[in-house]
């Protein structure tokens, strides 16, 4: 397995991805995937930073996406809010949360990341690998820090981002989620 930049031609497999590592819902429900891939994926292969996990054959299997600032990340990618604001209600509280919170941290954490992987490929470094390489490329953009969401169900994600070196940073959801965070200039 290698980590490469992703490229545009890889698109319809990283969002394979998504949808994969995603809720059930979002693998049954068109719509969910819609607001999943909208949310989560698309906007950062069009405006963020991303590199995929591949295999010997060159399929990616895996991928970590950023938006490096939180302020030119919301101007960016207003197409993408607007198309999940027409997907209703439930969808547009669930970006105006987390709009709001992204906007409460961004001085301290302007960057914020997703990272997914098919699971026949974790372990075995993926995952480091993948966030080593995001984390250099973000240090070396002079990003001031990052931060991002995850289920306190997923216990080995928790375990894997505090084993990285992340430090949890609130607890949402009355308890159901975490957020985790790095500074990453001194």
């Given at each position: 397995m290698e980590v490469k930049p992703y490229t545009p031609e890889h698109a319809d497999e990283l969002r394979r991805v998504c949808i994969a590592s995603a809720s059930e819902r979002a693998r049954t429900?068109?719509?969910?995937?819609?607001?999943?891939?909208?949310?989560?994926?698309?906007p950062y292969l069009?405006?963020?930073?991303?590199?995929?996990?591949?295999?010997?054959?060159?399929?990616?299997?895996?991928?970590?996406?950023?938006?490096?600032?939180w302020d030119r990340w919301s101007a960016d990618t207003t197409a993408y809010r607007q198309k999940i604001e027409a997907l209703g209600p439930e969808y547009q509280a669930r970006y105006a949360d987390e709009a709001t919170f992204y906007?409460?941290?961004?001085?301290?954490?302007?960057a914020h990341l997703h990272i997914d992987i098919e699971e026949p490929y974790?372990?075995?470094?993926?995952g480091r690998r993948l966030m080593e390489t995001l984390l250099a490329r973000l240090r070396s953009d002079g990003v001031r820090g990052v931060v991002f969401g995850v289920a306190a169900?997923?216990?080995?994600?928790v375990g894997f981002y505090r084993h990285?070196?992340?430090?949890?940073?609130?607890?949402?959801?009355?308890?159901?989620?975490?957020?985790?965070?790095?500074?990453?200039?001194?």
């Open positions: 429900d068109k719509t969910h995937a819609a607001f999943t891939l909208a949310m989560y994926c698309d069009e405006h963020g930073v991303a590199y995929m996990l591949t295999d010997d054959a060159g399929e990616a299997h895996g991928y970590v996406l950023a938006c490096k600032d906007n409460s941290v961004k001085d301290s954490f302007p974790t372990g075995g470094g993926n169900s997923n216990k080995r994600a990285m070196g992340f430090k949890q940073l609130s607890e949402y959801g009355d308890g159901d989620g975490y957020t985790f965070c790095m500074h990453l200039q001194d």
